[in-house]
């Protein structure tokens, strides 16, 4: 909490709430010292994810302070996110569909989609295996025009698995894409990856 007043903030309480069954510790509010112009405070909570948690959190944190007399209050937000069980449980979107719907397709934000058809052609088919620099791929086992994909926005997923190598099957569309993501093991180990997608 930053004091961005010409005047001190009197005994600023700072509430933090978590949506979705998620606990805050210490509980709400804390409260700070007084603080002068251009003063900062900073408080530490800990956000406990239930055990039976299927979604992430929103977090609002609310400052309220009296500054010239007058009580006032400043609200920032957060949010947790909690991984999906699976790559498949994170599809969230619409790369294939059939020639004669592709409408319902939007693997680009602006309305593109593979057509099922050519996909079949060049033995592209749900549940069928697609294989690249001797890496077998399971293509997604869905019907076209269901969600079969995930747009990478910052997503997470949980993924169990032994090897050397992690790979991916990607697309982009309008020009080349690139990104960057990480490993995060059992152990609490990480490793760090970049990955590039061909237009």
């Known amino acids: 909490l930053t004091n961005g007043c010409t005047t001190a903030m009197t005994a600023p309480k700072i509430y933090l709430t978590a949506t979705n069954g998620y606990q805050i510790s210490p509980a709400s509010p804390t409260t700070s010292a007084d603080l002068a112009a251009g003063a900062s405070s900073q408080q530490t909570w800990t956000v406990t994810v239930p055990p039976t948690a299927t979604a992430g959190a929103t977090l609002t944190a609310t400052a309220v302070f009296t500054t010239n007399s007058q009580l006032q209050a400043k609200t ?3 949010s947790v996110t909690l991984p999906a069980p699976s790559l498949a449980a994170a599809f ?3 790369g294939v569909t059939d020639d004669a719907n592709p409408t319902i397709g ?3 934000g ?3 989609s593979f057509s099922a058809q050519a996909l079949a052609a060049a033995g592209v088919t749900p549940g069928g295996t697609v294989t690249f620099n001797n890496t077998q791929f399971t293509w997604p086992n869905v019907t076209s025009g269901d969600n079969d994909n995930t747009v990478a926005t910052g997503n997470s ?3 169990t698995g032994t090897g050397s190598t992690l790979s991916f099957l990607l697309t982009a569309s309008y020009g080349p894409a ?3 993501g ?3 093991y059992t152990d609490g180990s990480t ?3 970049t990955l590039n997608a061909p237009d």
């Open 182 to 184: 990480q490993v995060v």
């Open 157 to 159: 997923f949980d993924l």
């Open 110 to 112: 602006a309305g593109s």
């Open 106 to 108: 939007n693997l680009d």
């Open 76 to 78: 920032a937000t957060g």
């Open 92 to 94: 969230d979107n619409i």
């Open 178 to 180: 690139t990104g960057t």
């Open 191 to 193: 490793s760090s990856f």
